[in-house]
Protein backbone atom coordinates (compact mmCIF):
# COMPACT_ATOMS: atom_id res chain seq x y z
CA UNK A 1 0.00 0.00 0.00
CA UNK A 2 2.94 2.69 -0.80
CA UNK A 3 1.65 5.13 -3.19
CA UNK A 4 3.77 5.83 -6.30
CA UNK A 5 3.77 8.98 -6.10
CA UNK A 6 3.85 11.97 -2.84
CA UNK A 7 5.00 11.57 0.27
CA UNK A 8 4.13 8.74 2.88
CA UNK A 9 5.10 7.54 6.33
CA UNK A 10 5.67 3.77 7.16
CA UNK A 11 5.76 2.77 10.40
CA UNK A 12 7.69 -0.27 11.37
CA UNK A 13 8.77 -2.43 14.27
CA UNK A 14 12.37 -2.12 15.33
CA UNK A 15 14.31 -5.10 15.14
CA UNK A 16 18.03 -5.99 16.71
CA UNK A 17 18.55 -6.86 13.16
CA UNK A 18 17.89 -3.65 11.60
CA UNK A 19 18.40 -5.14 7.85
CA UNK A 20 14.51 -5.51 7.10
CA UNK A 21 14.09 -2.28 6.57
CA UNK A 22 16.73 -1.62 4.30
CA UNK A 23 14.96 -5.13 2.37
CA UNK A 24 11.53 -3.19 2.55
CA UNK A 25 13.50 0.22 0.68
CA UNK A 26 15.08 -1.94 -1.59
CA UNK A 27 11.57 -3.39 -2.01
CA UNK A 28 10.06 -0.56 -2.97
CA UNK A 29 12.91 1.21 -5.12
CA UNK A 30 13.01 -2.11 -7.27
CA UNK A 31 9.01 -1.64 -7.58
CA UNK A 32 8.28 1.76 -7.37
CA UNK A 33 11.07 3.34 -8.28
CA UNK A 34 11.18 5.45 -5.70
CA UNK A 35 13.89 5.92 -2.45
CA UNK A 36 12.67 5.57 1.23
CA UNK A 37 14.78 7.68 3.65
CA UNK A 38 14.91 5.87 7.18
CA UNK A 39 15.25 7.87 10.21
CA UNK A 40 18.00 6.67 12.35
CA UNK A 41 18.92 6.98 15.89
CA UNK A 42 20.76 9.91 16.68
CA UNK A 43 23.80 8.33 18.24
CA UNK A 44 24.28 6.42 14.46
CA UNK A 45 25.30 10.24 13.35
CA UNK A 46 27.60 11.21 16.61
CA UNK A 47 30.25 7.98 14.90
CA UNK A 48 31.84 9.32 12.17
CA UNK A 49 32.52 6.39 9.87
CA UNK A 50 29.21 4.93 10.99
CA UNK A 51 27.74 8.43 10.33
CA UNK A 52 28.91 8.20 6.72
CA UNK A 53 27.75 4.26 6.19
CA UNK A 54 23.97 5.06 7.16
CA UNK A 55 24.01 8.30 4.87
CA UNK A 56 25.03 6.09 2.19
CA UNK A 57 22.59 3.56 2.48
CA UNK A 58 19.41 6.50 2.77
CA UNK A 59 19.41 6.99 6.59
CA UNK A 60 18.63 10.16 8.06
CA UNK A 61 19.00 11.46 11.64
CA UNK A 62 15.52 11.00 13.30
CA UNK A 63 14.29 14.12 14.17
CA UNK A 64 10.54 15.68 13.74
CA UNK A 65 12.29 18.39 11.83
CA UNK A 66 14.17 15.83 9.46
CA UNK A 67 10.76 13.68 8.73
CA UNK A 68 8.77 16.67 8.27
CA UNK A 69 11.09 18.26 6.01
CA UNK A 70 11.08 15.02 3.81
CA UNK A 71 7.24 14.70 3.99
CA UNK A 72 6.69 18.15 2.32
CA UNK A 73 9.47 17.25 -0.41
CA UNK A 74 7.29 14.29 -1.41
CA UNK A 75 9.09 11.82 -0.23
CA UNK A 76 8.65 8.31 1.95
CA UNK A 77 10.28 7.96 5.23
CA UNK A 78 10.70 4.86 6.91
CA UNK A 79 10.60 5.11 10.80
CA UNK A 80 10.64 2.48 13.98
CA UNK A 81 9.03 4.21 16.59
CA UNK A 82 10.81 2.43 19.69
CA UNK A 83 14.18 2.97 17.92
CA UNK A 84 17.16 1.20 19.92
CA UNK A 85 15.04 1.30 23.29
CA UNK A 86 12.81 -1.43 21.78
CA UNK A 87 15.63 -2.88 19.59
CA UNK A 88 17.25 -3.92 22.88
CA UNK A 89 14.65 -5.29 24.50
CA UNK A 90 14.09 -8.83 25.78
CA UNK A 91 11.96 -11.32 24.29
CA UNK A 92 9.63 -11.65 27.32
CA UNK A 93 8.54 -8.56 26.17
CA UNK A 94 8.02 -8.78 22.94
CA UNK A 95 4.86 -7.54 21.14
CA UNK A 96 4.01 -5.15 24.38
CA UNK A 97 3.69 -1.53 23.78
CA UNK A 98 5.65 0.02 26.61
CA UNK A 99 3.91 3.71 27.13
CA UNK A 100 6.27 6.26 29.17
Known amino acids: ?15 LATYDSGL ?3 AVRER ?3 DVWLLG ?4 FKI ?5 LASAYGFVEGSQ ?5 LLRDGELVLVAPGGMREAL ?3 SQKYQLNIR
Do not use: F
Not at 41 to 44: E, K, L, N, S
Not at 48 to 52: A, E, G, M, T
Open 89 to 91: RPS
Open 65 to 69: HNAES
Open 48 to 52: PVVRD
Open 1 to 15: HIPASGPALIVVNHS
Open 41 to 44: DRYI
Open 32 to 34: LGR
Open 24 to 26: LAA
